[in-house]
């Protein structure tokens, strides 16, 4: 393994410039998150280190949450959990109903009918 920069690495887009910085305690690179994946602050955080704040990062994550910006994302949150759980019950329910009246799935009915071709092959073979 090639040990981590110690220099911020830039990765230049058309449109953007991005720089991943090496963690102080590590050197290893961080990843660049959404502070509460809505508050437009990207933040640096190592996995083993924590999150660490650029110049006015954290004066601006402050702003965000006085301004209601962490309660909108929570309920936010929960509304798409709640959504999430709603797609889980509905294809719960589909599933459900593919089991016909004697306990039987679909797939149940396939593997009947190849044993019945199975069984129906054979018999034309033996007599």
């Not at 290893?28 to 502070?35: D, V």
């Not at 309660?71 to 589909?94: D, S, V, W």
């Not at 129906?120 to 007599?127: D, N, Q, S, Y």
Request: glycine letters at 8%; aromatic letters at 6%.
């Amino acid at each position: 393994a090639s040990p981590a920069p110690s220099h911020p690495v830039d990765v230049t887009s058309d449109h953007n410039k991005v720089s991943y910085a090496p963690c102080p305690q590590c050197g290893q690179l961080m990843n660049r998150i959404n502070f509460a994946h809505c508050s437009g602050v990207i933040v640096d955080v190592c996995k083993g280190h924590g999150t660490w704040f650029d110049r006015d990062e954290l004066s601006k994550i402050v702003q965000f949450i006085r301004s209601g910006g962490l309660e909108m994302a929570r309920q936010k949150e929960k509304t798409e959990i709640e959504y999430q759980r709603e797609q889980l019950h509905t294809e719960q329910m589909l599933s459900d109903r593919r089991t016909d009246l004697l306990g039987r799935s679909f797939a149940d009915e396939e593997r009947i009918d190849g044993l019945s071709a199975a069984r129906g092959l054979l018999k034309f073979l033996i007599e």
